[in-house]
């Protein structure tokens, strides 16, 4: 699976819409980029995943580059919940287990 | 409906002794899966099972952990001879069915060890 990266933290203004960039550059055919986000002492949650075509749900949209190296995922309009550690993941098929990285801590504030 | 739960939510327990973590998941998910998490760190995959079957075992970090699952339900961790680096959040996930494409991992509160 590929190696992800991701900035260690970024700050957002409630109500903004908030942009957290991933590094996959060596990301294969046949990887999908998955979302995760953890709020401070809950297991992770998914949020969205795609291939190669944007994505959208109630969550969050999910932009993905034509050479599909990097992605963006966007909360359009931040509130103090969704502060949390973001965890991108690419994995390709076969097993099911999901390699975290260090994730982006993102903090929404007033 | 119910989600993954996971008992006991926090355990502590003195080195040496052996220490049994459960894990119920969503019902009728075949698919179970066991991470790990230190203090300030991500999230380190453990086993996965599918069905009563666990073909990767790989991030089992030594002879101390085993995990077993029967009749394609509850899951059962167990770390024999604890030690103070066992020290973590054990989290347990569960999704529907073994999918190549989509994985949505469901995943439990967690039971967070301590191993004086």
């Known amino acids: 699976d590929a190696k992800t990266t991701q900035p260690t933290s970024m700050d957002c203004a409630e109500g903004r819409a908030a942009n957290l960039p991933c590094n996959h550059s060596t990301i294969s055919g046949n990887e999908y980029v998955y979302w995760y986000r953890q709020i401070h002492s809950q297991g992770p949650q998914y949020i969205i995943h795609?291939?190669?075509n944007n994505e959208t749900n109630e969550m969050a949209s999910l932009i993905i580059t034509e050479d599909r190296k990097s992605s963006t995922l966007i909360l359009p309009h931040a509130t103090l919940r969704d502060t949390a550690v973001y965890y991108c993941?690419?994995?390709?098929?076969?097993?099911?287990?999901?390699?975290f990285g260090a994730g982006t801590r993102l903090a929404v504030h007033p | 409906g119910a989600g993954v739960s996971q008992s006991p939510s926090n355990k502590v327990t003195e080195k040496g002794k052996d220490v049994e973590l459960r894990c119920d998941p969503i019902s009728g998910h075949t698919a179970l899966y066991w991470y790990r998490q230190s203090l300030g760190q991500g999230l380190e995959f453990l086993i996965y099972?599918?069905?009563?079957?666990?073909?990767?075992k790989s991030g089992l970090p030594s002879d101390r952990f085993s995990a077993e699952r029967t009749g394609g339900s509850v899951s059962t961790l167990t770390i024999q001879r604890t030690q103070q680096e066992d020290s973590a959040v054990y989290l347990c996930a569960s999704s529907p069915m073994w999918d190549r494409d989509f994985n949505e991992q469901f995943f439990g509160p967690g039971t967070r060890l301590t191993v004086l």
């Open positions: 795609g291939l190669k």
């Open positions: 993941i690419s994995r390709s098929g076969g097993y099911n287990k999901l390699i």
């Open positions: 099972f599918q069905g009563n079957s666990a073909p990767d």
